[in-house]
């Protein structure tokens, strides 16, 4: 079962397989989304500074029955600290709305501040200092790894160039018909897992009708497919719901996808566009 399986990451830390998301999940909601959770076997949550809701995605872990050292728990670095002291701050900050004495992963949320998302501008002098303050944080023991999100090829080689301690993991937007190839081959090849954030696409691939047609061969949902497809190309798939029923849905996933149809996924036309979420940086 996925929920059992793990992943090392290059420090030799092993992270579940499968995650939970926790975007746009607020409040209470979120507490009991990451309870739900536990209880029915996820070990890894995922949550940002930028989310709102790391106080409230601790209280679950501290309330969910589970052993702390059982939970892996992610957050991220806000975009917007690209100085030394704002991140150390910034980390410490997490430490406190969270309650807790460590935090198993955080990665920089963006290579770029989100209103300077696409631009020219790489922040690379911002970047090396954020990642100087997760350094500090790591052999403190705050942190137990530390990563990237949304970071391109040059952005990663302008970390690796200076780090003392190497980046695990590259959160990426990766799914069915938006698979970034060259970065995942990039990332892997520099011994850095690659998560894949949104993927179903933030609910645009329920409306491709060869997408449905595959998972109704397999007998499976579209998350499942979805998920499945991650998995099979080593990614981290990191599916967010505050749902009980879809999240013991995106869990079942054993089943394996033939080499053919896998290859119809991979090379199936970009989505245009991702709906309401296309207002946010990422999706555009």
Known sequence: MVLQDTYTLSNGIKIPKLGLGTWMIEGDAAEQAVKDAAGMGYRHIDTAQDYGNEAEVA?????????????????????????????????????????????????????????????????????????RALEEAHDAGK????????????????????????????QILAHVSNTPWELIQYSQDKGILVEAYSPMGHGELFKNEQIA???????????????????????????????????????????????????????????EHYGDASVFPVFQ
């Open 143 to 170: 942190i137990r790894a530390i990563g990237l999100s949304n970071f391109t090829q040059q952005d990663i080689d302008n970390i690796l160039a200076s780090c003392s301690v190497k980046p695990v993991v590259n």
């Open 59 to 131: 209280a679950g872990i501290k309330s969910c029955g589970v052993g702390r050292d059982e939970m892996f728990l992610t957050t991220k670095l806000a975009a917007q600290y690209k100085d030394y002291k704002g991140a150390v701050e910034a980390i410490d900050g997490s430490l406190a709305r969270m309650g807790l004495d460590y935090i198993d992963l955080m990665i920089i949320h963006s290579p770029q501040p989100w209103g300077s998302y696409g631009s020219e501008d790489r922040f690379l002098e911002g970047n090396r200092e954020a990642w």
């Open 213 to 271: 047609e595959t998972a109704s061969k397999y007998g499976v949902s579209v998350p499942q497919l979805c998920i499945r497809y991650d998995l099979q190309l080593g990614l981290l798939p990191l599916p967010k719901t505050a749902n009980p029923q879809h999240m013991q849905n995106n869990a079942d996933v054993d089943f394996v996808i033939a080499d053919a149809d896998m290859d119809v996924l991979k090379n199936m036309q970009p989505i």
